[in-house]
């Protein structure tokens, strides 16, 4: 299973994804560069990613905890998530995700 | 200002960082009779605990099955009140030097001097400091009209401000400064801020009557010349970005720990974590410790338990540079006559 990011330079990875860990668990497994400064404890915002709108639905969605974090992230959109709050599961096999600015 | 000797204050051991294992070793070290001081960037005590989960709850310190992150440092706070530890908050360490007499003297940005034959490094991971906006050649207008905290409003007087943020900070600010600057600009991703209600309701009070305005937007872009700001590129959900005159921005995003000065002390690093041994967490120069978050051994986690433990071998250690005429006695805290003493219960 994979998920693929897009990193800052715009270039596509296709990183190895395992069940139950997070997003930004994968990406930074998968050699890429995330800040993720609080570990994955939704306290710092910098895991922030724009989530392809083609999977946002098969995700559950943020909590508040999130939506709140969200605010000390750059650039917001209605694509954007928090990667340590993203768990994989099969259904997310080919999830794609595009590095936000400040997450690095 | 030059500082002339009486300006240095001398202690036993200098703490840099007040988190909870800078304000451990304050107890670890006051059971043997060492004095300290600590110094935070911060404008309170309790490092990640007090700036970063203050209120979520914390499962993994022994025999307290759970306590938030406020209550730890409170508790921490009592359990350490006995040594009276002297805490020079709001004040980056950035300067650390031997003296002629070998000791360690440590300068704050403000100015602080302190010498000891002690310092423990207890930066956690690193200072804390407000997140910057990383806007394509933003760095030209740092400082200069972009800004992250206010240090006089008066620099803000007749200014056009766009003010970015929606927390505590950034409506505090917005509403302090309406009055002197000639127009203030709110800008927020959401129309809902995380902020006191009471705040919530003073802005949009300001905004209701047009005194001041609020933009649901991203901010994309600055420019300006010569280091002066003359707009900001403003994205709204959905519209295409416009441009906001404006000639000056305070930008709250929250906090972000970089490690600082601490690197350019003369302790060796790396991937900005202080290697130690295991038996005394003293680092490459004499006398000089590092423990908690900051510091980097075969095995080490990342927990305040771990660092309660550091501080313990640390204190044992330090004894020694401090006392140096004294022989270090192992007792414990249950039963020792000499330690009730430090902990002011021999009544
Ligand atoms: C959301 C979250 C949840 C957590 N949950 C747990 C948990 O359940 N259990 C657990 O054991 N751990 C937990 N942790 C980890 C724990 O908080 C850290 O291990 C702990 O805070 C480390 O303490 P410290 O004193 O070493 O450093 P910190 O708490 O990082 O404090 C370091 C202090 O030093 C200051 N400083 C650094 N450099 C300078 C300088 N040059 N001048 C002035 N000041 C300086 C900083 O401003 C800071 O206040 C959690 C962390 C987070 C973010
Ligand atoms: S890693 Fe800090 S919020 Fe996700």
Redesign the pocket.
């Known amino acids: 299973m994979h998920i693929y990011c897009t990193d800052i330079e715009g270039k596509v990875n296709e990183l190895p994804a395992t069940e139950e860990w997070s997003v930004m668990e994968i990406i930074r497994e998968g050699g890429i560069a995330m800040l993720a400064q609080?570990?994955g404890?939704?306290?710092?915002a910098t895991c922030h990613v724009y989530v392809d709108p083609a999977w946002k639905d098969k995700i559950p969605p943020a909590g508040e905890e999130e939506i709140g974090m969200l605010d000390g992230a750059f650039e917001v959109t209605a694509d954007s998530r928090l990667a340590c709050q993203i768990f994989f599961t099969k259904e997310l096999d080919g999830l794609k995700v595009t590095l936000a600015n400040g997450s690095m | 200002m030059t500082n002339t000797q009486q300006d240095v204050i001398s202690t036993d051991v200098i703490i840099?960082?007040?988190?909870?294992?800078?304000?451990f070793a304050v107890f670890e070290l006051g059971l043997y009779d060492m004095k300290c001081h600590l110094?935070?960037?911060?404008d309170r005590v309790?490092?990640?605990?007090a700036?970063?989960?203050p209120e979520?709850p914390?499962?993994?310190?022994p025999a307290v099955p759970v306590c938030t992150?406020a209550e730890l440092t409170e508790r921490l706070m009592e359990q350490i009140k006995p040594f009276s530890p002297t805490f020079h908050l709001g004040?980056?360490?950035?300067k650390m030097e031997k003296t002629a007499d070998g000791k360690w003297r440590v300068t704050?940005d403000r100015g602080t001097m302190l010498e000891a034959p002690v310092v423990v490094l207890?930066?956690?991971?690193?200072?804390?400091v407000p997140k910057k906006m990383p806007l394509k050649g933003i760095e030209a207008f740092e400082g200069t009209s972009v800004f992250y905290a206010v240090r006089k409003m008066e620099s803000f007087r007749d200014k056009t401000l766009v003010i970015s943020g929606g927390g505590d900070s950034a409506l505090d600010w917005a509403i302090n400064l309406q009055p002197v600057a000639k127009h203030v600009t709110l800008i927020h991703r959401r129309d809902e801020f995380r902020a006191a209600p009471d705040s919530v309701s003073k802005m949009r009070a300001l905004v209701a009557s047009g005194a001041m305005d609020l933009k649901i937007a991203n901010i994309t872009g600055v420019s300006g010349q010569g280091g002066h700001l003359e707009s900001v590129t403003m994205k709204e959900e959905g519209k295409d970005p416009v441009e906001l005159p404006c000639d000056s921005m305070l930008a709250f995003y929250g906090l972000t720990?970089k490690l600082?000065?601490?690197a350019d002390f003369g302790i060796t690093f790396e991937n900005e974590l202080v290697p130690v041994d295991t038996a005394t967490f003293e680092t490459n120069l004499q006398g000089v410790f590092a423990?908690?978050?900051?510091n980097v051994y075969p095995g080490k986690m990342?927990?305040?338990?771990s660092?309660f433990h550091e501080a313990a071998l640390m204190a044992k250690k330090a004894f020694p540079y401090v006392h140096p005429d004294r022989r270090y006695r192992f007792q414990y805290t249950t039963s020792s006559s000499n330690l009730h003493k430090q902990l002011g219960k021999d009544e």
């Open positions: 609080c570990g404890s939704c306290a710092c | 840099v960082g007040a988190g909870p294992i800078g304000l110094i935070d960037i911060l309790g490092g990640q605990c700036e970063l989960y979520k914390i499962y993994d310190i992150g004040q980056m360490a950035e704050t207890a930066a956690g991971g690193g200072s804390f720990m600082g000065p601490v423990i908690g978050d900051i990342k927990l305040i338990l660092g």
